[in-house]
């Protein structure tokens, strides 16, 4: 089995946010660490090359694949900061998401252009709860 293309690896995260070349990114994405930490307890660890992860989680699917992964992380991407809650796509999430602001989803994954856009308060929570289900899910 292929192992996942996204790895943790040992580069510096604060490096990684400092060289993000957009004033208000930059800001914003390390504010987003601090509520990350804050919020899952975990420290900030870079995954690949643009990933600040939180956590992990082992999964085994049906097919035989099996691997770990981050279970909160975020991305400082041109457009957007991409962030990523492997929960966040659950139906039990929907009424934080109505709460939550300016935003847009993908494949769990929130895209947000800046933190300004959404609700402090409501992020934390959503960050809490989606980190909690997956170690619930996903005990190791």
């Excluded at 957009?22 to 899952?40: C, V, Y």
Aim: aromatic residues 12%.
């Amino acid at each position: 089995m292929a192992e996942n293309k996204t790895q943790p690896t040992a580069a510096s995260v604060d490096a990684y946010l400092l060289s993000t070349t957009a004033p208000q990114m930059r800001e914003d994405a390390m504010a987003l660490k601090k509520i990350m930490e804050e919020e899952t307890g975990e420290k900030a660890v870079m995954w690949g090359e643009s990933i600040v992860g939180f956590g992990t989680y082992k999964y085994h699917y049906p097919s035989g694949r099996k691997g770990e992964f981050l279970i909160a992380g975020f991305s400082p991407r041109k457009a957007a900061i991409s962030v990523y809650l492997m929960a966040c796509m659950e139906a039990k999430f929907e009424s934080l998401f109505a709460q939550l602001g300016r935003y847009k989803t993908g494949a769990s994954c929130i895209y947000i252009k800046r933190l300004s856009d959404v609700n402090e308060i409501i992020l934390r929570e959503l960050i809490k709860q989606s980190f909690h289900f997956m170690k619930e899910k996903y005990p190791s």
